[in-house]
């Protein structure tokens, strides 16, 4: 047990680690900062002087210690926008990033239970292809054009939700969240709606053929027999069996879901920090492109983590029968 | 189950070198949703194949676009009368079915050319895992496993972030979080084919390393990699669209599909549908079709499903 969360532990350090060096390389050393912070009239005296000043006349693996060092102590550097620290700047957002992924697993799980489960319990009828067709299409279709497609019918044709921003928010233990008034609730329905689709698709399709395999088994067949009501074997002999699976595979999707944010916080202005990383490559905000992108992965890689350490609680099988190398 | 046992049969009798193609090829057809997937693939690879020729309009080259011909609805004729917008024009007066066009070719480029490069790679990478092992095995692996923890997307962003725009480039970071995939699929069936028979008979003739990997174990391991190559084509496909759509993918010089849809958005809330919807329902059409083909090679690529 201990060697398995160890040995994960040390996985995800080598992942951010990389993933440190990576974002050093490209955004410190590549192009030369000195060039935008200094005027362009500047002698070269003055440059020298910018330069040493920067730290830029060192070797490069000791710059990276120096960055290394810097982020660790929580220092990633000023916005050259806002003129705040990033990690303030990122700290604004996470909750509404956060509020967003989980609602979009909510709805995926909430939707997407049932239908597979009645697709998986009556494959032959038409309201079941008709599930399937749409969990084919829920995988295939990119998530930015469904979001267009959501804001044209119903906020721009119908007019009966918002396209933009996240409403009227509640303060709790200093945390604003949308879900809490109607206007926020309003507002975040489409966006989560919007994330929610390709991962609903993915539970239709495990629901659906989990359903299938474990109606034929003896403990449900033995349940019959003993008469139990049909709905007493769905929730209690069908579902829990189903339910496996399908919570490995969202776990595993969480981290899909924070990075495909990005995609639709830009579309449906939601303020969190995928729409800040976008704009912040859009206006070249490096210390904010720096910082949010290695929050960003820091937050899939903890919840990766997270994760793995829970199956190796619940699932005896993954602390003990985790292969070598 | 006559139907599709009948292939097989004859497959038996004749020559075991060309038959399995053949069969594949019949099995294939035998689905009406995959002959339309291919047929309409094929339509959309012709149209982008002679763009050139068959757009009414270059739509590229500014000096031939009209800002008086600005979004247009479509079916509009255009201000000097020369042609009709049939899917009418964006805010620069570019005719929308030509930006379409020019617009798969760029799509199914920067697809194919990402997936093919990824599928070389992985493909080196997963035999020298499967055959060599050791080493080399864990570190490939390990890599792989790695590439897989993180979402694609968000690798592609960030490579993209630190590389700039170009096409040469959105391919460089597609190869990168696709190559993984195929090299572990490529493992996988190398791992079962590697202790069979003819990889012996193989080494016992002293072939070479190399030579055993690409040319006994690789053409075995084929079927898994077409599969996983028309679902990294159409993936490499909607992940360009995306970024280009966030304005971090191709540069705006590039017709894209993402990038023309991308263009559109901020003139749909004024009911301007047409800019953006067109080429969204293109690159779906693009996207759908591969999927059904794809689909279709996996069912009958399977040889679990064929017994």
């Given at each position: 047990?201990?060697?398995?969360?160890?040995?994960?532990?040390?996985?995800?350090?080598?992942?951010?680690?990389?993933?440190s060096?990576?974002?050093?390389?490209?955004?410190?050393?590549?192009?030369?900062?000195?060039?935008?912070?200094?005027?362009p009239?500047?002698?070269?005296?003055?440059?020298?002087?910018?330069?040493?000043?920067?730290?830029?006349?060192?070797?490069?693996?000791?710059?990276y210690?120096?960055?290394?060092?810097?982020?660790?102590?929580g220092?990633?550097?000023?916005?050259?926008?806002?003129?705040?620290?990033?990690?303030?700047?990122?700290?604004?957002?996470?909750?509404?990033t956060?509020?967003?992924?989980?609602?979009?697993?909510?709805?995926a799980?909430?939707?997407?239970?049932?239908?597979?489960?009645?697709?998986?319990?009556?494959?032959?009828?038409?309201?079941?292809?008709?599930?399937?067709?749409?969990?084919?299409?829920g995988?295939?279709?990119p998530?930015?054009?469904?979001?267009?497609?959501?804001?044209?019918?119903?906020?721009?044709?119908?007019?009966?939700?918002?396209?933009?921003?996240?409403?009227?928010?509640?303060?709790?233990?200093?945390?604003?969240?949308s879900?809490?008034?109607?206007?926020?609730?309003k507002?975040?329905?489409?966006?989560?709606?919007?994330?929610?689709l390709?991962?609903?698709?993915?539970?239709?399709?495990?629901?659906?053929?989990?359903t299938?395999?474990?109606?034929?088994m003896?403990?449900?067949?033995?349940?019959q027999?003993?008469?139990?009501?049909?709905?007493?074997?769905?929730?209690?002999?069908?579902?829990?069996?189903?339910?496996?699976?399908i919570?490995?595979?969202?776990?595993?999707?969480?981290?899909?879901?924070?990075?495909?944010?990005?995609?639709?916080?830009?579309?449906?202005?939601?303020?969190?920090?995928?729409r800040?990383?976008?704009?912040?490559?859009?206006?070249?905000?490096?210390?904010?492109i720096?910082?949010?992108?290695?929050?960003t992965?820091?937050?899939?890689?903890?919840i990766n983590?997270?994760?793995?350490m829970?199956y190796?609680?619940?699932?005896?099988?993954?602390?003990?029968?985790?292969?070598?190398? | 189950?006559?139907?599709?046992?009948?292939?097989?049969?004859?497959?038996?009798?004749?020559?075991?070198?060309?038959?399995?193609?053949?069969?594949?090829?019949?099995?294939?057809?035998?689905?009406?949703?995959?002959?339309?997937?291919?047929?309409?693939?094929?339509?959309?690879?012709?149209?982008?194949?002679?763009?050139?020729?068959?757009?009414p309009?270059?739509?590229?080259?500014?000096?031939?676009?009209?800002?008086?011909?600005?979004?247009?609805?479509?079916?509009s004729?255009?201000?000097?009368?020369?042609?009709?917008?049939?899917?009418g024009?964006?805010?620069?007066?570019?005719d929308?079915?030509?930006?379409?066009?020019?617009?798969?070719?760029?799509?199914?480029?920067?697809?194919g050319?990402?997936?093919?490069?990824?599928?070389?790679?992985g493909?080196?990478?997963?035999?020298?895992?499967?055959?060599?092992?050791?080493?080399?095995?864990?570190?490939?692996?390990?890599?792989?496993?790695?590439?897989?923890?993180?979402?694609?997307?968000l690798?592609?962003?960030?490579?993209?972030?630190?590389?700039g725009?170009?096409?040469?480039?959105?391919?460089?970071?597609?190869?990168?979080?696709?190559?993984?995939?195929?090299?572990?699929?490529?493992?996988?069936?190398?791992?079962?084919?590697?202790?069979?028979?003819?990889?012996?008979?193989?080494?016992?003739?002293?072939?070479?390393?190399?030579?055993?990997?690409?040319?006994?174990?690789?053409?075995?391991?084929l079927p898994p990699?077409i599969?996983?190559?028309?679902?990294?084509?159409?993936?490499?496909?909607?992940?360009?669209?995306?970024?280009?759509?966030?304005g971090?993918g191709?540069?705006?010089?590039?017709?894209?599909?993402?990038l023309?849809?991308?263009?559109?958005?901020?003139?749909?809330?004024?009911?301007?549908?047409?800019?953006?919807?067109?080429?969204?329902?293109?690159?779906?059409?693009?996207?759908?079709?591969?999927?059904?083909?794809?689909?279709?090679?996996?069912?009958?690529?399977?040889?679990?499903?064929?017994?």
């Amino acid at each position: 047990m201990t060697v398995f969360i160890l040995r994960r532990l040390m996985q995800s350090a080598v992942v951010l680690v990389l993933m440190s060096v990576l974002v050093f390389l490209g955004v410190f050393a590549i192009g030369n900062p000195v060039d935008i912070l200094i005027s362009p009239q500047a002698d070269q005296a003055e440059i020298t002087r910018a330069t040493a000043a920067l730290g830029l006349d060192k070797p490069l693996w000791q710059q990276y210690f120096v960055f290394l060092a810097n982020a660790l102590g929580g220092n990633l550097g000023n916005s050259f926008v806002f003129n705040e620290p990033s990690l303030w700047l990122i700290a604004q957002r996470l909750p509404a990033t956060l509020e967003l992924a989980f609602s979009a697993l909510l709805i995926a799980v909430v939707l997407g239970l049932p239908l597979g489960l009645y697709a998986g319990l009556k494959p032959d009828t038409t309201l079941a292809r008709l599930i399937g067709a749409g969990s084919i299409l829920g995988f295939s279709l990119p998530t930015f054009w469904v979001g267009i497609m959501l804001i044209m019918v119903f906020a721009v044709e119908l007019g009966w939700l918002p396209s933009t921003g996240r409403g009227a928010t509640v303060h709790v233990l200093g945390v604003g969240l949308s879900f809490l008034t109607w206007d926020g609730l309003k507002h975040l329905l489409l966006p989560a709606v919007n994330l929610s689709l390709s991962r609903m698709a993915l539970v239709i399709r495990l629901g659906a053929s989990g359903t299938r395999e474990v109606v034929h088994m003896d403990y449900v067949k033995f349940a019959q027999a003993k008469g139990l009501r049909p709905s007493r074997i769905i929730r209690v002999h069908v579902l829990r069996n189903i339910l496996i699976p399908i919570v490995t595979v969202l776990g595993l999707e969480t981290g899909a879901v924070i990075a495909f944010s990005m995609v639709t916080e830009t579309i449906f202005a939601w303020p969190g920090i995928g729409r800040l990383i976008i704009s912040s490559i859009t206006v070249l905000d490096r210390p904010v492109i720096v910082a949010s992108l290695m929050m960003t992965v820091l937050l899939v890689v903890l919840i990766n983590l997270l994760v793995d350490m829970l199956y190796s609680v619940l699932d005896p099988r993954v602390r003990h029968g985790e292969a070598p190398g | 189950m006559t139907a599709l046992n009948e292939p097989r049969d004859r497959l038996e009798v004749g020559n075991a070198a060309e038959m399995p193609f053949r069969r594949v090829l019949a099995d294939f057809f035998g689905s009406t949703l995959a002959v339309g997937g291919l047929g309409a693939l094929s339509g959309i690879v012709f149209i982008a194949l002679v763009a050139p020729w068959i757009s009414p309009q270059n739509p590229y080259d500014l000096a031939r676009l009209d800002l008086l011909d600005g979004r247009l609805p479509p079916g509009s004729g255009s201000s000097d009368g020369a042609i009709i917008y049939w899917l009418g024009t964006d805010d620069q007066g570019r005719d929308m079915l030509s930006a379409i066009f020019y617009g798969l070719r760029t799509s199914l480029v920067v697809g194919g050319l990402s997936a093919g490069f990824a599928l070389i790679i992985g493909a080196v990478l997963g035999l020298i895992a499967a055959y060599i092992g050791g080493r080399s095995e864990m570190l490939i692996m390990r890599l792989v496993d790695l590439q897989l923890s993180l979402p694609a997307i968000l690798v592609a962003l960030i490579l993209l972030a630190l590389l700039g725009h170009g096409v040469a480039k959105i391919i460089l970071a597609l190869v990168v979080v696709q190559w993984a995939y195929f090299a572990r699929t490529v493992r996988g069936s190398a791992l079962v084919e590697r202790r069979k028979e003819y990889i012996d008979a193989a080494r016992c003739l002293a072939l070479s390393d190399a030579r055993i990997m690409l040319h006994h174990l690789l053409p075995n391991c084929l079927p898994p990699l077409i599969v996983v190559l028309t679902v990294q084509v159409a993936h490499a496909i909607t992940l360009e669209a995306t970024l280009s759509f966030l304005g971090i993918g191709l540069p705006i010089t590039e017709p894209s599909l993402g990038l023309l849809i991308a263009n559109g958005f901020e003139y749909m809330i004024s009911g301007k549908y047409w800019i953006s919807l067109f080429p969204g329902l293109a690159l779906l059409a693009a996207i759908m079709s591969i999927n059904l083909v794809g689909d279709r090679l996996r069912d009958v690529l399977n040889p679990r499903l064929q017994r």
